[in-house]
């Protein structure tokens, strides 16, 4: 395996914001242990969704089914609090409805925002294990999430990191989970990123190694340049020892790897769906094992539609299928990011 071609570098901030007319926003719960994590679009923006886990916690994926009615979205919420966390994306909803954003049907009703969600489970594992649970208001934490990207969108600066967000009670195995994100400039002005909330039930790192399963994509030592000894072999048993740990603490599952990539590139529906579906390969190159019934695995495609996939029509499956390779190296490049940052003191 080789590192991605060195004509090839992250964008401005290495994360979903390159992709222009996407903010990001986090909200965090501190008693808690928990948080969320907002995409804001400037516009109405197609999308689609893939869903690959066998225990996920959603909200209007079916808006997003190619060949249905709405198709898009305004705005999409990550959260922690397994169903509770749902509630964020009602918060979020509400907030930009009373901006007047969302889908106008009738002059005297109000708008109608479409925000699709998902959540990880972290009831109680971002606090200490002695402390009564204490329930957060994921509404409340929607809304602030909301307002904390509309302020990023003034003032652009990189995404933060680690744990925070929807990633402030994940676990990574038997590491600490958290938010990660990477871009990916392909030249002739177009761009494409990934958002990733990492809490898998499964390993990030190679046995008895510091290295990462996705170091062949690092950039840059984007997350801590670590590369595994030169006789380590990546032929291990199908459960790594970290993985196990983490299926050990409650016989029901409560794992997920949440994520969205992004791009500026012009997609009709099914582009778009084949970019999610291609970007689930980022799991596999940063998680084993990926897609368990213990996880909600779900990756969201966003295309802003601000620039051209390609010039001839001709092209257009090559030129997704490039598109789509980077976008599955953006995934796995942002997992690690996000159990390297939320490792950071």
Request: charge should be negative; glycine fraction near 12%; hydrophobic fraction near 45%.
């Amino acid at each position: 395996m080789q590192p991605p071609p060195q004509n090839l570098s992250p964008g401005r901030f290495n994360d979903l914001t390159d992709v222009p007319g996407l903010s990001v926003g986090h909200a965090d719960d501190e008693a808690a242990g928990t948080g969320v994590t907002l995409i804001l679009c400037d516009h109405f923006t197609p999308a689609a969704v893939d869903v690959r886990g066998g225990g996920p916690a959603t909200r209007e994926v079916e808006v997003l089914a190619p060949g249905g009615l709405v198709g898009g979205l305004h705005a999409l919420c990550f959260s922690g609090g397994s169903v509770f966390g749902l509630a964020a994306a009602d918060g979020a909803a509400r907030a930009l409805s009373a901006q007047g954003a969302g889908l106008r049907l009738a002059p005297s009703a109000p708008s109608v925002p479409i925000v699709p969600a998902a959540c990880l489970y972290d009831l109680g594992l971002g606090t200490d294990a002695a402390a009564p649970y204490v329930p957060a208001d994921y509404a409340v934490l929607g809304a602030a999430a909301l307002a904390a990207a509309q302020a990023a969108r003034q003032t652009p600066a990189p995404t933060p990191l680690g744990a925070v967000g929807a990633g402030r009670g994940a676990r990574a195995g038997n590491l600490p989970g958290g938010v990660g994100a990477a871009s990916l400039d392909l030249g002739d002005g177009l761009m494409v990123a990934a958002l990733m909330v990492a809490n898998p039930v499964g390993s990030v790192k190679m046995p008895d190694s510091a290295a990462y399963w996705a170091w062949p994509w690092e950039i840059d030592g984007e997350f801590g340049g670590v590369r595994p000894a030169p006789d380590a072999s990546p032929v291990v048993e199908p459960l790594p020892a970290d993985g196990k740990l983490a299926l050990r603490r409650t016989p029901i599952a409560f794992n997920t790897t949440l994520g969205a990539v992004a791009t500026n590139a012009e997609l009709s529906a099914p582009e778009s769906q084949r970019l999610a579906i291609m970007a689930q390969t980022g799991l596999i190159r940063a998680i084993r094992p990926a897609h368990t019934s213990f996880d909600g695995d779900v990756i969201f495609a966003l295309a802003t539609a601000a620039h051209p996939l390609c010039g001839l029509a001709d092209d257009r499956p090559l030129a997704l299928t490039r598109l789509a390779s980077a976008a599955a190296d953006c995934a796995a490049r942002a997992i690690a990011r996000a159990v390297h940052e939320a490792a950071k003191p």
